[in-house]
């Protein structure tokens, strides 16, 4: 009972210091090299050796992660200390009495079955495979591993630090990543070096057995007075015995250094791992059960053996594909649990996701779907990822992506374009089919089915892909279906780019420009003016089609006006005379002529006599039945120049263009009204005709 209790009050004062303990060992291990062990505490040592070395290997197989085990390294040194110090007690009582304990007895009889030359050859295998194999292929890995990890160690560095920057992670987290990370690189580098002593522990194992052969030998001779035969006899069995009784340690020590430096990818023991990675593939695991099927009815193969493996792969193949069925399954099921779970704590009673409004949709009839699937080589998409890019050079705003749906209510080839909810265009197309347009001047007539052109109106002919050629040397534009799409888009993006225009996205413009133009950015905003009076004027120039691509004149113009004046026509017609430039290379020909309708004096007057000031800005007050006499002339004057293939455009004067182009917008959307003010240096005018409204006047001269 008293001993019990001492035992146990020594145990724990031991597991208590643990450094004490360690301490210890190592003391002990030295001491064991130059003080003589009985046999008894002999056995017992090599009992505990190979005992651990058996653990170390199979804690190598069932760890997860290597820094589970980041010990090893030290450990490793540790233990081959401990196997060498053993090599050197069972030298000294080989030599000295001839014997050396039970354990390397039994190894050097049983394990050789008492011959000498068996017993040669299996320490000589043990010693090639260790050397040779193993240790040369643990060393060569280790040395990789380390060289790789510590170059990876500043990308995965720079990988906590972007996660932390993101939110992530948290602060304690990165710097528990970042201990782990120079934790693995200390390990892979310790690992290459105690790789070494796994190297010379062979080599110091094979010198030790020729050795305590051939002094062996000559201290039987000499000493022992024992005869050529028994000497060899004696002291060959008990070295051999001796070399595999060390060996083997060493041999699981080494494979447990291959297993941990070679797992460095792993995230599961290894036993898991293999087998998970072995049978991952039901169709290979069917295919070499059918082989060695087929082996087994070869004439002169084992049968039994390989039906029988045979079976048992083929089996196993079956087990594992039922239970990949199962999780496969299972997974599908838990996520779809999971997704509604996140739905329902996103959207607990999912009636706001009915308030929310695209920006552009384009919505498609099932018929058109393989103009949007690439897989069917559709290419709609990538065509509007190029319209966003054109409109953003062309008109300068950040088109918002365009939502494309399939909707089943619709006929099978129609779509509808809509903003913010509102159709704003249509069109019905024809599957298989090109679209070819007469631009005039035709060689030929081709026969088609005949249609209107979705964006501009304008006649065209359904024809079939062996009538492209055709077409095309007749002087046809042909167009495929996906193109008619995209351009039906953009010239709808280009009629509605003030309805697209967001608080937001003049926001991003303008945060955009302050890397370009910061001084004219500051100076207006918010002193002068808000986003929302920007957008207001922004708007204003999209509605009449004058890109805002150039934001840094349209704000320095903003920022000088409004200081003069609030007013939303004022600020809108400064801003269209700081792009003077751009708005008549808009509508000037080749000759740097802009053709124009213009007022008649008189009438003119009369218009600005007629604006009056409001709470809202200038108005222009005038009769109805005066308006209807101005359509009517104008309505001529349009027809006119449309018929002769000329942008109508309606000059007048700065102080009544607004205004004006409010009142006429309804029924000339596509006319265009500038002012005097607004025709650049070096670009000549000349009137196509003149609204009159006198009464003798037709309204066009």
């Not at 208590?16 to 060992?25: E, S």
């Not at 196997?83 to 007690?89: D, I, K, T």
Request: with cysteine; glycine share 8%.
């Amino acid at each position: 009972m008293q001993l019990a209790t001492e035992t146990k009050r020594l145990s724990g004062l031991l597991l208590g210091h643990k450094d004490l303990l360690i301490a210890f060992i190592l003391i002990g291990v030295v001491a064991m090299m130059i003080i003589p062990l009985p046999t008894f505490m002999l056995d017992i040592l090599l009992t505990v050796m190979i005992s651990l070395a058996i653990i170390i290997m199979l804690i190598s197989m069932y760890i997860d992660n290597v820094l589970d085990f980041s010990v090893f390294p030290g450990l490793l040194l540790i233990i081959t200390l401990f196997r060498l110090g053993l090599n050197v007690a069972t030298t000294r009582l080989i030599l000295t009495e001839g014997e050396a304990g039970g354990v390397i007895h039994t190894f050097g009889t049983f394990v050789t079955k008492g011959n000498m030359v068996v017993g040669a050859i299996i320490f000589i295998i043990l010693v090639i495979i260790q050397f040779i194999v193993i240790t040369k292929g643990a060393g060569r890995i280790a040395e990789v591993a380390a060289r790789f990890t510590l170059d990876a160690m500043p990308g995965k560095q720079m990988a906590v630090d972007a996660d932390l920057n993101a939110g992530i992670i948290t602060e304690a987290e990165a710097k528990e990543r970042r201990r782990n990370i120079g934790r693995e690189a200390d390990f892979y580098g310790a690992m290459d070096g105690a790789s070494k002593f796994v190297r010379g522990d062979a080599i110091a194992g094979i010198m030790i057995t020729v050795i305590n052969i051939i002094g062996g030998f000559i201290v039987g001779m000499t000493m022992q007075d024992l005869s050529f035969q028994d000497s060899i006899k004696r002291f060959t069995i008990l070295t051999i015995g001796d070399g595999l009784v060390t060996q083997m340690p060493a041999l699981m020590i080494s494979t447990a250094s291959g297993i941990i430096v070679a797992r460095a990818a792993s995230k599961q023991n290894l036993g898991d791992e293999v087998m998970g990675q072995l049978t991952q593939s039901t169709k290979a695991m069917y295919t070499g059960a059918g082989f060695m099927g087929l082996t087994a009815v070869i004439p002169g193969m084992p049968t039994v053996p390989f039906l029988l493996l045979a079976f048992l792969v083929g089996g196993l193949a079956f087990i594992v594909g039922r239970k990949q069925v199962s999780e496969k399954a299972e997974a599908a099921v838990e996520k779809e649990k999971k997704a509604e779970e996140k739905d329902s704590a996103a959207n607990p009673d999912k009636i706001e996701s009915y308030l929310q409004v695209d920006q552009m949709e384009l919505e498609i009839g099932y018929g058109l779907i393989s103009l949007v699937d690439v897989n069917q080589g559709g290419d709609l998409l990538e065509r509007i990822t190029m319209l966003r890019r054109q409109c953003a050079t062309e008109i300068g705003v950040i088109v918002p992506p365009i939502r494309i749906r399939d909707n089943i209510q619709l006929k099978a080839n129609q779509y509808v374009v809509k903003i913010k909810g509102i159709e704003v265009g249509q069109g019905e197309l024809m599957t298989g089919c090109f679209l070819a347009m007469d631009p005039g001047g035709t060689s030929q007539k081709i026969q088609g089915i005949p249609t209107v052109e979705p964006a501009f109106g304008l006649p065209a002919i359904w024809i079939t892909h062996s009538q492209k050629e055709a077409a095309d040397i007749a002087g046809y534009t042909v167009v495929e279906l996906p193109a008619v799409i995209a351009t039906h888009l953009t010239e709808l993006i280009r009629n509605h780019a003030g309805e697209i225009l967001t608080r937001q996205d003049v926001k991003s413009l303008v945060d955009n420009m302050k890397a370009t133009n910061a001084t004219v950015v500051e100076e207006l905003i918010p002193g002068l003016m808000g986003i929302g009076d920007i957008q207001r004027v922004l708007i204003n120039l999209l509605n009449e089609k004058v890109s805002i691509r150039d934001l840094g004149s349209v704000l320095e113009a903003l920022a000088n006006a409004s200081k003069v004046s609030k007013s939303e026509a004022y600020l809108t017609e400064q801003c269209r005379q700081a792009l003077s430039r751009q708005i008549c290379k808009t509508y000037k020909d080749s000759n740097d002529c802009i053709h124009v309708i213009s007022l008649e004096p008189k009438l003119e007057q009369m218009l600005e006599a007629s604006v009056q000031n409001t709470d809202r800005g200038p108005r222009l007050v005038i009769r109805p039945e005066l308006v209807g006499r101005m359509v009517g002339r104008l309505s001529a004057l349009v027809e006119r120049m449309v018929a002769q293939n000329m942008q109508p455009v309606l000059l007048c004067s700065p102080g009544i263009r607004f205004q004006l182009r409010k009142i006429m917008e309804g029924s000339f959307p596509n006319l265009a009204l500038i002012s005097y003010s607004e025709i650049a240096n070096g670009v000549n005018v000349k009137a196509t005709g003149t609204v009159v409204l006198g009464d003798n006047e037709s309204g066009a001269q």
